[in-house]
C-alpha cells in the first residue's frame, strides 16, 4: 500500500465502519458530529459521514448507509469500496482505518470481543478456476506493517478473509483455510483495494461477534454480541488514532 502518510505525519484520518450499529458507539465516544455531505459526495447517496478532531487528529468516519428500498445496512464489498473510494479522493486522509466485525475461529485463538489488526486480506468467494485469474479473484493484499503499535497497544493480529455472505459455505471454508485465515469478514479486502488503488496506507481492525468454527448458530451470535464487539471497537479505535497521530506511517512498524 501507498505512503502519504509518510509526508509531515498523519494529520487525517478517514475510518470506513459498514454498519451503523458498529459506527455510532464510536462516533459517541470521539464527540464526532455528523456532516452536510452535499459539498462532498454526490448528490442521491445514502451515506454518511461524522467528524472532528482528535488529539490533533482530523478524523472522519464514514458509513455506507441505509439500502434505499429495504432500509438496513449497506453492507458488504460494494458499498464500501465505493465509499472507500469516493471518501478517499474527496478527503484525502493520511491514513485509512476499516473498522468492524467479523467472524473469528477458535482455531486460531479467537475469542468473541477480541481485536485484530490485519497482516493481510484476501477473498474467499470470489472463486475463478482459470490460470492466473485464480490468483486475482482471492486478491491477496498484504497490510502495511504495524509492528510497534500491535506491541504498544497489545492487539492481536491475523489475517482477514472477505466474502458477501455471513455463513460459511463449505467451499468458502476451503478458500478461507487456503487463505490462513483468523477473521472473515464481508469488506476487509474490497476496502483494502480501494485504499491501494489511491495509494493511500489502511490499517484494519476487527472486533470479533462470533466464532465461526464454534457451536453456535452465526446468526444467533453475531446477534447477541454485536453490542459486545461494538463496544470492543469504541475502546480500541479511539487508542489507535491517538497513537498514530503526528507519527509517519514508517513510525507504526518495528523492523
Known amino acids: 500500500m ?11 484520518v478517514m475510518v470506513v465502519i459498514a454498519m451503523q450499529a458498529e459506527a455510532l458507539p464510536l462516533v459517541e465516544a470521539l464527540d464526532l458530529v455528523e456532516d452536510d455531505l452535499s459539498a462532498v459526495f454526490p448528490g ?35 458499498p464500501s469500496s465505493l465509499l472507500t473510494y469516493a471518501a478517499g479522493v474527496a478527503l484525502q486522509p493520511n491514513l485509512i ?29 470470489r ?11 482471492i486478491g491477496t493484499i498484504v497490510a502495511i506493517p504495524t509492528g510497534n503499535l500491535i506491541k504498544d497497544l497489545d492487539l492481536k493480529e491475523g489475517k482477514v478473509s472477505t466474502g458477501n455472505s455471513l455463513d460459511m459455505t463449505l467451499q ?28 493511500i496506507p489502511m490499517i484494519s481492525l476487527k472486533a470479533v461477534t462470533d466464532i465461526v468454527d464454534g457451536t453456535k448458530p452465526t446468526v444467533e451470535e ?27 506511517v514508517a513510525d507504526l512498524d518495528c523492523s
Open 97 to 125: 482505518i476499516n473498522a468492524g466485525t467479523a467472524g473469528g475461529f477458535q482455531a486460531k485463538g479467537a475469542n468473541i470481543g477480541d481485536v485484530y489488526v490485519a497482516t493481510e486480506f484476501a477473498n474467499h468467494d
Open 127 to 137: 472463486r475463478i478456476p482459470i490460470p492466473v485469474f485464480d490468483k486475482y479473484g
Open 2 to 12: 501507498g505512503g502519504s502518510g509518510d509526508v509531515g505525519g498523519i494529520k487525517t
Open 172 to 199: 468458502d471454508e476451503e478458500h478461507i483455510k487456503a487463505n490462513d485465515a483468523t477473521v472473515k469478514d464481508m469488506e476487509g479486502a474490497a476496502v483494502a483495494y480501494a485504499a491501494n488503488l489511491l495509494a
Open 44 to 78: 442521491g447517496v445514502p451515506w454518511k459521514k461524522y467528524s472532528g478532531v482528535l488529539d490533533g487528529l482530523n478524523v472522519h468516519i464514514v458509513v455506507p448507509g441505509k439500502d434505499k428500498a429495504l432500509g438496513v445496512d449497506s453492507v458488504g464489498t460494494v
Open 222 to 248: 453475531f446477534l447477541e454480541n454485536m453490542s459486545t464487539a461494538a463496544s470492543a471497537l469504541s475502546r480500541t479505535v479511539p487508542l489507535v488514532l491517538k497513537y498514530v497521530s503526528g507519527k509517519n
